[in-house]
């Protein structure tokens, strides 16, 4: 069974900076391409970046490129989105997702908030 299980959300101040994490269990991860996507109030899921499974390239949505950076560390299986300057439009429920774009599976989701 595919298990994705996100933590590192929270409140934090524009310009402010985050640690998101993704522990994977359940299939083959240093063989898979992983995602982070989010999901904004009143917003259709956005992708927002992903990393091949050798770490060799990653691929970040513009509005982010620059802000954030993905890794990942396939001894450990885990996967984490470093945010740094976030912004008020960065304020969504954060997923981490196996595979491309959307990935075929997605945890259930950390909450991040860009808020004064």
């Known amino acids: 069974e595919v298990q994705l299980v996100e933590s590192g959300g929270g409140l934090v101040q524009p310009g402010g900076s985050l640690t998101l994490s993704c522990a994977a269990s359940?299939?083959?991860?240093?063989?898979?391409?992983m995602s982070w996507v989010r999901q904004a109030p009143g917003k259709e899921l956005e992708w927002v970046s992903t990393?091949?499974?050798?770490?060799?390239?990653?691929s970040y949505l513009a509005s982010v490129k620059g802000r954030f950076t993905i890794s990942r560390d396939n001894a450990e299986n885990m996967v984490y989105l470093r945010m740094n300057s976030l912004k008020s439009e960065d304020t969504a429920l954060y997923y981490c997702?196996?595979?491309?774009?959307?990935?075929?599976?997605r945890g259930q989701g950390t909450q991040v908030t860009v808020s004064s």
């Open positions: 359940g299939f083959t991860f240093g063989n898979t391409a």
């Open positions: 990393v091949y499974s050798d770490s060799r390239s990653k």
């Open positions: 997702a196996r595979g491309f774009a959307l990935g075929t599976d």
